[in-house]
């Protein structure tokens, strides 16, 4: 991938930190008559929407809208999914990929490992138990560094800042109709809940009640420097709702959470889902979950010819190119409204 950044702000793209899992800037646009073509007659309501079943769609949102709020719960991946895989016109940035120490040889430490484990994440030759023990190696190895390198809160809160990310509009309205209904949100992620919370914080400006961050937790020193990890350890193999009981509270200072509401015996009490991904392998985020009607909504972000008929095979409901979460709020006020599709 090119690190030419090919957009109006090259200098601050050519000022951070760039590497390929990190972000870079290049021509997103795909040629338009292709992608008409590849969804034109396949069962969508637009040519940035795909849906394969849509008897079965019906039947899962009357299913869905039967039962009630008190019985759906939302699951949501973050990178790329509530947050936008373009970001002015260049790649946004990830979660994890923003962070910069302040020691920057510790920076370099974490791309090597990530260089290194990466493809064996994605190897499909490597068995799943041994692909785990890899992982929770891996994990372990970065969470390592970051206390050995001198983590502050500080650098996180600039990382942020300093960062290329933003999230897809309609997300606060989609987070104000859950609220106001108390639907739980549950937020997976194999990253770092800190930097998550601080995103929110720092692009967002509020918090909701009904919003709780599933992914590894820091503990913090009274001078902000980092000296642990809280809860068991989440990685990508382990991101579902069996991670629920892993972990740790919501920071205080990020506001008040709903216990009643989010507590791990009430959140599996909601047996149907609304999953929210944007990589086939969300799909397995409810994985722990008996749920009753699950439905699925994939964003498709880049490389739409060569996944779309993965992606439509495997979600209920496809979003293409970057699109806004206008079409998840419509969802859901469909699930809540009396009347019929």
């Not at 949100?185 to 509020?206: M, P, W």
């Amino acid at each position: 991938m090119s690190l030419t950044c090919f957009c109006s702000h090259t200098i601050r793209c050519i000022s951070h930190r760039i590497s390929y899992r990190v972000w870079s800037c290049s021509g997103r646009k795909m040629n338009r008559a292709k992608l008409g073509t590849m969804v034109n007659g396949n069962n969508c309501y637009s040519s940035k929407v795909v849906v394969n079943d849509p008897k079965l769609l019906h039947q899962k949102k009357a299913a869905i809208r039967l039962a009630g709020p008190l019985k759906l719960q939302v699951i949501a991946d973050f990178d790329n999914t509530l947050t936008k895989f373009w970001v002015d016109g260049c790649r946004g940035q990830s979660s994890h990929a923003l962070l910069q120490q302040d020691n920057p040889e510790y920076n370099a430490k974490r791309d090597e490992l990530f260089n290194y484990y990466h493809p064996i994440e994605y190897d499909p030759q490597i068995p799943i138990d041994e692909k785990t023990k890899l992982m929770v190696e891996w994990w372990g190895k970065t969470h390592g560094l970051l206390i050995e390198g001198g983590l502050t809160y500080d650098a996180i809160r600039n990382s942020v800042a300093n960062a290329v990310i933003a999230f897809r509009e309609g997300v606060v309205e989609l987070f104000e109709f859950l609220e106001e209904r108390d639907i739980p949100v549950l937020i997976f992620s194999a990253g770092l809940a800190d930097i998550i919370e601080e995103v929110l914080r720092q692009k967002l400006h509020r918090t909701f009640k009904n919003v709780k961050i599933v992914s590894n937790r820091m503990k913090f020193d009274q001078n902000g420097n980092l000296v642990s990890f809280t809860g068991k350890l989440i990685h990508s193999l382990n991101k579902n709702e069996h991670a629920l009981d892993m972990a740790a509270s919501l920071h205080d200072h990020l506001g008040e959470v709903d216990d009643q509401m989010m507590d791990s015996a009430s959140v599996k009490k909601r047996t149907n889902v609304l999953l929210l991904g944007d990589h086939m392998g969300d799909l397995h985020m409810s994985d722990g979950l008996n749920y009753e009607t699950r439905i699925s909504v994939g964003f498709l972000n880049h490389n739409i010819e060569n996944s779309l008929d993965s992606y439509r095979k495997g979600f209920d409901i496809v979003y293409l190119d970057d699109a806004p979460m206008s079409g998840v709020v419509k969802l859901v006020s469909e699930l809540f409204s009396p009347a019929s599709d």
